[in-house]
């Protein structure tokens, strides 16, 4: 057994008694008698698996022996322990080892967890001893045949003949007297077996007030129950049968049994710790369990749905509230407990992804299975390599927000737009090209005011701050030139060599495909965003635009509308060094971009989170990522409702990403200048020098035409 059966003195056990049973103990030490074939037999199915399986780890003859006792061959028990015979054949009232499994003394229960064996174990090792406790094991184990005799394959298929792990079975209900329902005929034999008699038939009144605790948690109403009383004077079965389809019928019995449900689950609102973060529509989940109970959905579906809902080809849909109520059941699993800002996030990890495990197998399963977390089970067929091929493929999950509107509803007039959007284009860059034509006077006032280095129109500033000085006028675009040529090299010398760690290129197709999307923001049939494409602007746009912006190539959540739902997220990786992280993002709406340790959802001090608002592009850097130094982290965008604690109550929200890139802590930045957009403006005028403000201007015309037309076609 697992811990000692003799280790230890036993003050309430009198020597001479002691000292008798060693005799005894002596007296039989010899060779029994040899041992029929049946008891052979016997011995073999019955008692050794369970010796092997509780006893052999504390009690061998290889390399461990509690209280000197071995109990892995026959003259090793005939021997006894330190203190004394365990075993006394023929009278198993006087055995201590039946003594010890049956837990009849306080202080040496076994096996060492404490748990009694099950009743018919106990009454095999009863009848075993009593039968002399024939044993053909001559000689002590080999350790091969040790090892077999304790291997956690052999084990577990012992364990796996329980009667909990047998299929279900339909059993003949016996035969009884005046009793017609099969359920009646099992519980009458049952009683009658124990020598009981059932209890009285309620009367109607007690009958009606415990169907409706028992189907809606709920008393009946005085006309409730004068009308069934009235029913049943008439006919008892009808009355019976009428009353219980009718509380079926009521919405309050989803109420009712849904709250067991969520009990098993341990439903919550809210994640708790410091701060005690809101679950995103955690109610959501709880009405939907109602209205399944409500509507009788299958035991079976429902499992299905609360762990593959958002997978299903075929999901319930409610039709009446636009609903995926299938996408509904995964919401338990974020029913767990988020630390606020955990100095060690893979610890955190680590335990509400147990808490998933744990909650989930003792609801579906009804096993312990966390405790195969540091230990092959002690009493059910779980192993320690079964508990984290679990813990696999839940870790493996980030935690979510997911949208549960009925297909087609996200998706509603997304290919129409899309196919119109050549046309769009077409249009608009044929409408632009038409009235290109520069005009100083409509540029004066835009050009006055861009006195900003990071203006477009600042070269233009320079040329008219020179008058009618045309050196003065060469000189001011050169140097502007000269200026952003060496942002430029800067940046690209930052990208390459041995200070760059990685670089996401979210333009590039195989990049792309390594980040987990999420959403109809983000279209998987059609890859990232080539440079060029564009967002059609909003009704209510106070510009009157009929675009809102043109993009550069990369991962967007709002290229046909910005109540698209989008989360991006990479795969995860380790930081093995201290670096510096750059992100060129813009967003709007709240959107989110950072970067999450271990699948940690919560924001905190150690756990930035950027919101993107206005929609410009820029650079964000974290350079205090070195704290997580030999964690694992990935980076994450996500719309304003969907981050997964975060999400916050947006109509219209969106993001998109360039690129990502981690270098050396600080090395030169990898970022663009932010007068990035004046690389084609120097491409195209290459050497040229204007020394004019309207050189300038034609130059820009030139840019610009080129530009659009390269983007029509």
């Not at 079976?300 to 609903?323: S, T």
């Not at 930035?608 to 964690?631: E, F, Q, T």
Request: proline share 7%.
């Amino acid at each position: 057994m697992n811990h000692s059966l003799l280790p230890l003195s036993f003050p309430r056990i009198q020597p001479s008694w002691v000292a008798g049973l060693t005799l005894l103990a002596l007296s039989i030490s010899g060779q029994a008698e040899k041992p029929s074939p049946e008891q052979v037999e016997f011995f073999e199915s019955r008692i050794r698996p369970i010796l092997a399986q509780e006893c052999y780890e504390c009690h061998n003859s290889r390399d461990k022996s509690k209280g000197g006792l071995v109990l892995d061959h026959r003259a090793a028990w005939q021997a006894g322990g330190d203190s004394g015979s365990v075993i006394v054949p023929g009278k198993p009232k006087e055995s201590l080892l039946l003594q010890s499994i049956r837990h009849e003394l306080p202080d040496l229960k076994m096996p060492k967890a404490g748990a009694q064996l099950d009743a018919n174990v106990l009454a095999d090792f009863e009848r075993w001893i009593a039968m002399g406790a024939p044993d053909p094991r001559d000689a002590p184990p080999t350790e091969a045949e040790l090892a077999e005799d304790t291997d956690w394959e052999a084990i577990r298929e012992r364990r796996k003949g329980w009667w909990s792990f047998q299929p279900i079975t339909r059993p003949a209900p016996p035969e009884v007297a005046g009793v017609d329902r099969p359920v009646d005929r099992f519980v009458r034999a049952r009683l009658a077996a124990e020598n009981l008699e059932p209890a009285p038939r309620a009367d109607a009144r007690t009958l009606v007030r415990r169907l409706h605790f028992t189907l809606v948690g709920l008393p009946p109403s005085p006309e409730e129950t004068a009308t069934f009383l009235e029913s049943w004077e008439r006919d008892p079965d009808a009355a019976f049968t009428e009353r219980v389809d009718a509380l079926l019928a009521d919405p309050r019995f989803g109420e009712k049994w849904a709250r067991h449900w969520m009990d098993w689950i341990r439903y919550a609102d809210s994640h708790g710790s410091e701060g005690d973060p809101d679950i995103p529509h955690a109610w959501r989940y709880r009405d939907y369990l109602i209205r399944s109970l409500n509507a009788d959905v299958p035991y079976d579906q429902l499992v299905l749905e609360h762990f593959a809902g958002d997978l299903l080809e075929r999901p319930r849909i409610n039709q009446a509230l636009k609903l995926n109520e299938s996408a509904l059941g995964l919401g338990h699993l974020r029913m767990v407990f988020h630390g606020f800002a955990p100095t060690d996030a893979l610890d955190e990890r680590v335990r509400f992804t147990d808490d998933q495990i744990n909650t989930v197998t003792k609801a579906f399963l009804g096993l312990t299975v966390s405790c195969a977390r540091c230990h092959d089970h002690k009493f059910d067929a779980i192993s320690q390599k079964d508990y984290y091929a679990l813990f696999g493929i839940f870790t493996s999950t980030l935690p979510a927000t997911v949208a549960v509107d009925a297909p087609g509803v996200l998706e509603k007039n997304r290919d129409t737009l899309e196919s119109l959007k050549p046309k769009l284009r077409t249009g608009i860059a044929d409408h632009w090209l038409n009235s290109l034509a520069v005009n100083p006077d409509r540029w004066e006032k835009a050009i006055e005011g861009a006195s900003d280095a990071k203006s477009f129109l600042h070269p233009l500033h320079r040329l008219a701050g020179a008058g009618d000085n045309p050196e003065a006028a060469a000189h001011a675009w050169t140097a502007v030139r000269e200026a952003f040529r060496k942002q430029w090299e800067d940046s690209e010398a930052a990208r390459g060599g041995e200070l760059l760690r990685h670089r996401w290129d979210l333009s590039d197709a195989d990049d792309w495909k390594t980040w987990s999307r999420y959403g109809e923001g983000l279209d998987d049939r059609k890859g990232p965003a080539a440079a060029g494409a564009f967002v059609v602007a909003n009704a209510d746009d106070k510009a009157g635009r009929a675009l809102s912006r043109i993009l550069p190539a990369g991962a967007y959540s709002n290229l046909v509308s910005d109540r698209h739902r989008g989360v991006l997220a990479s795969a995860p990786f380790a930081l093995d060094g201290e670096y510096d992280l750059y992100l060129n993002v813009a967003g709007d709406g709240n959107s989110s971009a950072r970067y999450a340790v271990q699948h940690y959802p919560r924001s905190g001090t150690v756990y930035p989170v950027n919101s993107l608002n206005g929609g410009a592009w820029k650079w964000i850097k974290h350079d205090r990522i070195d704290y997580w130094n030999g964690d694992r982290i990935h980076l994450e965008l996500a719309t304003a409702g969907d981050a997964p604690i975060l999400a916050k109550d947006q109509d219209r929200s969106w993001f998109g990403i360039r690129e990502a890139m981690l270098v050396k802590k600080d090395a030169p930045s990898p970022a663009r200048p932010e007068t990035e957009f004046l690389a084609a403006l120097f491409a195209i005028a290459g050497e040229r020098v204007p020394r004019t403000l309207e050189d300038g201007l034609a130059l820009y015309e030139e840019t610009l035409r080129h530009l659009v037309t390269a983007w029509r076609d």
